[in-house]
């Protein structure tokens, strides 16, 4: 039985690709495998940055403005002083190149924020009044910081407009010459300082706790700064960890990009929750509170694993393909594209299998062979699926091997790291990249059951094939819209899951929407092959019980 079922797949494999528009389609979606990571190689170059587009603007702008001011009071000299000062300030982001999401931008900013204050020493040594420039003040300047200033004697000014001087001196040298470690350093000593300032601020709270009698004014105050203490003692971490391991910020650099959405993690997991009392009164797209709690657990768990898998990989040298820019992140960005266009193929193959026999009236040859209805409607069943995964597994195998040669076969030897059952683990990437994309085929097998099923039962290719294709890319959309509706209930359905491959485009869709989604897509795989089953064994009852020759 095995063998005639073998020799019959065998020959309907052969006579689909004996059509010349399989043949051809096949070609080239081997040939997309090909040129798709050589283009990417090709078109990759220096980020092109905007922002000397903007601080000319700016130079701009704020010479008219000074242009346009008449300086006969003091407020107007205050005005021009600080315009002049922030001129010079966009002036030397423009010609030393700084980038607008640099670390070299981050630090510019304490270079601006010392030549407003030395602005201010010099005016209140010129006779303006104090209280006058406090009308004007810029916002870079806190009003700690001015206050400082404002204490400060006629002998100690001079000594202060030396210190600023030098301050503001150092740190244009530091960003001419791309010294990293003294802007680290810098941001190490501002983080220590502001969580002295919140433990003092702690230990005043506490000293106000008398026995059990604490107001809840106290005890939030108090959770307030432990949980900002916990967040600053966290990214200060990241910060000495960068400093220590002298990881610079170089955009190149997995490590740099590693540390910062480490950075970024550890701000989105401090996000608290929203008390149910205050939920309800914002009325967040008619979604209710025990939805948003099941999403904000989805997410925060999300972040805590994203941390806790970083600091792995930055502990264990390995890096994670997304962060590193090589051979493996251009496959694993491929295998989602292919998965979709082998399951498109398996729709216009299973949706003709059938009814194209009855269509060319070459149903009857086939029912006059000695062979049962079973074995022909399963080896073309079979034959269909053994198709879609050859193009499936031929394009990623082309898509590696083109990816090997480009940044170099060694990277497939760098494991993934994963979470499994909240602990860290490494797998061999080539299993984890088979996985995955046997995980997309389960797409591929649903559709490709229905189509085959509507094949059987209307006999008619054009019908099979569009309904199809139909669900399988409407599924997107529709499941976008109606969870931006707020109707929960479909993510207990196979719909939003029929194409897996979709998954994270869906999800970003409904967040920009503002829904709260949580999507079980291993659940939705089971729901996906139990159709799946379900389709075929409908189909092969229709064929091998209906009388199919009329």
Known sequence: ML????????????????????LIITMLIFLSAIAIPIGL??????????????YQYDIEEITKQISEMNISTDQSKINVKFLESKKQYNQFLLDNKVESDSWR???????????????????????????????????????????????????????ELDKLDNKSS?????????????????????????INSYNKELSLLKKEVNGNNISNDVKTSIADIEDKLNLENKLLKVIQYRYDNEISFDANNWKNKTLDDISQNINNASRKIILEEDYKRQSISGVTYDQYVQKYNSEHDKYLNNIKME????????????????????????????????????????????????????????????????????????AVLLIGYFILFGSMALVTIVNG????????????????????ITQNYIISLLLNTMFYSISMVFIGSLAFILSTVTKNTTVSVAVSIIIFVGSLPVSVILLGKNIMWLTSTPIPYINLAAIPVMEHLTKVLGTVTVLDTKL??????????????????HFTKNDITN
Do not use: C, H
């Not at 040594?125 to 400082?148: H, M």
């Open 3 to 22: 063998k005639k079922i073998y020799n019959l797949t065998l020959n309907e494999i052969i006579k689909q690709f004996k059509k010349k528009s399989i």
């Open 41 to 54: 190689k090709l078109i990759q170059g220096d980020k092109i940055d905007y922002s000397a587009d903007d």
């Open 105 to 159: 931008y981050n630090y510019s900013q304490n270079y601006l924020s010392e030549l407003i204050k030395i602005d201010i020493i010099k005016l209140v040594k010129d006779g303006i009044n104090i209280n006058t420039i406090s009308n004007v003040l810029p916002d870079n300047i806190s009003k700690a910081d001015f206050d400082e200033i404002k204490l400060l004697s006629k002998d100690k000014l001079n000594l």
């Open 170 to 194: 150092n740190i244009v040298k530091d960003i001419k010459t791309n010294n990293y470690k003294n802007y680290l350093k810098n941001e190490i000593e501002n983080k220590k300082d502001l």
């Open 311 to 382: 600091w792995y990989s930055l502990d264990k040298n390995i890096p994670m393909p997304e962060f590193e820019g090589s051979a493996r992140d251009v496959v694993n960005s491929l295998v989602g594209i292919y998965a979709i266009i082998a399951s498109i193929i398996v729709i216009i193959l299973s949706g003709g299998i059938i009814s194209s026999e009855f269509n060319n009236n070459t149903i009857k040859l086939l029912m006059i062979r000695p062979v049962s209805r079973v074995k022909i409607i399963l080896s073309k069943f079979i």
């Open 405 to 424: 040669f480009i940044f170099g076969f060694s990277d497939f030897a760098t494991p993934i790291i994963k979470i499994s059952a909240e602990t860290v």
């Open 524 to 541: 939705g795989a089971i729901e996906l092959l139990v159709a799946s089953i379900i389709f075929v064994i409908i189909a092969f009852t």
